[in-house]
């Protein structure tokens, strides 16, 4: 999985972790379904916004949402996935963009593909997933070529490009590319008008995508003597950043003019994400943390104790009171105590939890003490978080933002 949007589960309500969810999974199994498993590799969290615009710019149609069967990485759970459209030019564009990745890895001698079978396989692959993405473009009325061509033009520029070149020439083939997909998905929709605004916060997307990855890569790139487009032209971080921000801002702006009938998953990975994987690369992120109940907390009261107990004992009113529960409150019962697997139950679940990834990737009971745990992957997340607890319905996710009116990003009811 890659790409700048990277929303932490925590910062978001049970009803948008669904909805991301549900788009995420929906990307994944259109690619198998159009594309083969191999496709499923060409997964990842940006493209899964293109089926999200399309879906959000109508109202959902009969069979938007389907149940898909148990996933090792959702614990072996069904769960409802998006489909349709949306999530088949989401594949399309995905793909054509995975095949230019790795032919980009080839070029490079990256890793791996310095080895010739290799390189000769993923060339291979390159070729397939570039028939593929056209086909299934085409299906839907969006050339792909525009993203192949653009591929294609990057590397000239890449080749022209030299210290006093501005970074933002560099950055003009993937403008172009996001902006088409971000327009067609006006088209899928049946919204021709939201077209000329989608595709200017497409291009301003592919622009901070574009200089967010090569901000993140560019002590790894001059350790191993790759070409790096902020190093190249001689751009400064100060300035990478001043452009980045610039983009988030244009990207605001943008989609005050897109008509929306859902509008809270678009507006909080767009205009919120956005802005947090700017903190993150460029390390002004506050951050957050999990308390020892599961709670999340933000900022200063997240390492509080004085904080936290003004709150109830933990963040933004959550958990048991320090000093017990008030007076004539009842006490909770406590759920009962599952008991403890023996040893040879206990390898056995831990094996069958082993193979199924539930032990990396999702919530689950420890195979022996029965006890909750968090995944590997859920306790070592990166969580740029913002300042949103919508848990505790204490929104403060809109402070300071000017993309803000009314916005119902957060879903928990506070009008913030």
Known sequence: MFGII???????????????????????????????????????????VISVLVEAQGPRAAGGRRTAGPCPLRGMRSAEVAQGEGARLAAA?????????????????DGVFAKRPVAAGARAVAR????????????????????????????????????????LLVTEPTETATAAAFAHTAVLAGRPGNATAL??????????????????????????????????????RDEAERLCRDAVHGIRLA?????????????????????????RVFGHGAGCSVTAGGQHAHGSDAHDPHARAAHGGAAHGHGPHPGGPLIGEPPT?????????????????????????????????????????????QRNCDCDCGN?????????????????????????????
Do not use: I
Request: proline share 3%; with cysteine; charged share 25%.
């Open 6 to 48: 990277r929303p932490c589960r925590h910062s978001l309500s049970e009803t948008l972790r669904s909805s991301w969810t549900a788009h995420l999974c929906g990307l994944c199994l259109a690619l198998r379904d159009d594309h083969g498993q191999l496709a499923r590799t060409a997964t990842n969290y940006d493209g899964l």
């Open 333 to 377: 019962p406590l759920p009962p105590k599952k008991p403890r697997r023996s040893g040879l139950a206990g390898c056995a679940v831990w094996a069958a939890m082993a193979c199924t990834c539930q032990l990396m990737c999702c919530e689950h009971e420890d195979p022996f003490s029965r006890e909750k745990k968090e995944g590997w992957c």
């Open 199 to 236: 595709a200017e916060a497409g291009r301003l997307f592919g622009r901070l995508a574009h200089l967010l990855d090569a901000a993140e890569d560019q002590q790894e790139d001059a350790a191993a003597g790759q070409w790096n487009p902020l190093t190249a032209t001689g751009t400064g």
């Open 93 to 109: 564009v995905s793909l054509a963009l995975a095949s230019v990745k790795v032919r980009d890895h080839v070029l490079d001698a």
């Open 128 to 167: 397939r997933w570039d028939r593929q993405s056209t086909g299934g473009g085409a299906g839907l009325g969006f050339d792909t070529a525009v993203l192949l061509d653009a591929a294609d033009r990057q590397g000239e520029l890449e080749r022209a490009a030299g210290p006093g070149t501005s970074v």
């Open 388 to 416: 949103c607890d919508c848990s505790g319905c204490d929104c403060d996710c809109c402070d300071g933002c000017d993309c803000c009116d009314g916005c119902d990003c957060c879903d928990c009811g506070c009008d913030c």
């Open 255 to 279: 989609l005050k003019d897109v008509e929306l009938t859902e509008r809270a998953l678009v507006h909080r990975l767009l205009a919120h994400e956005t802005g947090l994987a700017v903190d």
